[in-house]
């Protein structure tokens, strides 16, 4: 079954404007990993937070984990009509499978 | 490198043909990976490998088949096909130790 659940399933926002995804995931993990696909595309990997971690920046992002609410959230600051793709999150247990969830459509309106 | 790749990059079948799916990489990664993606499903694991000679079952195993004879690839094969194996399938890999993933672009399926 899916790990994670993304939330919203799908976000239109101006450019310019914060991007926001949550992602909640059901059993526990040793890290929690964040990729984007762009339409008709193979996923490409953002950032990796690992449990022991509660914040994570790299560039325009910022990625958050709360291990006792098992839940992450990925914010996207000031975001680009290029930044328009599914956003997914998928948590990695004790072994390297990587459990997805379902993806946010996030569309960056010019 | 080439990093992770995948042919065909698309394929229709008949009910009841067989077909191989390629994935390849040239980054010396031990662990290599095969998801197939439906509308509003995300990615489910089908089959993993953690080196030459090993390969196990992920989520949703049945009517594939794989196997590992090499580091570099990593082949996955519809045995019988069948319409509910209608997807998008991708390879990935990485190195062992719980690293981010390498996808390759994709092969769309459609089987008729």
């Known amino acids: 079954s899916q790990q994670g659940e993304e939330d919203p399933q799908a976000l239109s926002i101006q450019e310019g404007e914060n991007a926001t995804m949550n992602c909640s995931y059901k059993?526990?993990?040793?890290?929690l990993q964040w990729y984007r696909q762009n339409s008709g595309r193979g996923l490409v990997h953002l950032i990796l937070i690992r449990s022991n971690e509660r914040e994570k920046h790299s560039g325009r992002l910022r990625v958050t984990l709360d291990t006792s609410k098992k839940s992450s959230s990925l914010l996207i600051t000031a975001s680009r009509a290029a930044d328009t793709a599914s956003y997914f999150c998928a948590g990695q247990g004790g072994s390297e499978k990587l459990v997805f969830g379902k993806g946010t459509k996030l569309t960056v309106n010019p | 490198n080439a990093g992770v790749t995948q042919t065909p990059k698309f394929q229709v079948l008949k009910t009841g043909q067989s077909m191989t799916l390629q994935c390849a990489q040239d980054?010396?990664?031990?662990?290599m990976s095969w998801y197939r993606q439906d509308p509003g499903m995300g990615l489910r694991l089908i089959h993993y490998s953690v080196g030459a000679g090993i390969t196990d079952q992920g989520e949703v195993p049945n009517g594939y088949n794989v196997s590992r004879s090499t580091t570099e690839d990593f082949p996955l094969r519809l045995l019988s096909a069948a319409p509910s194996q209608t997807s998008v399938y991708f390879c990935?890999?990485?190195?062992?130790?719980?690293?981010?993933?390498?996808f390759g672009p994709g092969t769309r399926l459609t089987v008729l």
């Open positions: 059993t526990s993990i040793n890290n």
């Open positions: 980054m010396n990664h031990e662990y």
């Open positions: 990935a890999s990485s190195y062992i130790g719980q690293n981010e993933q390498f």
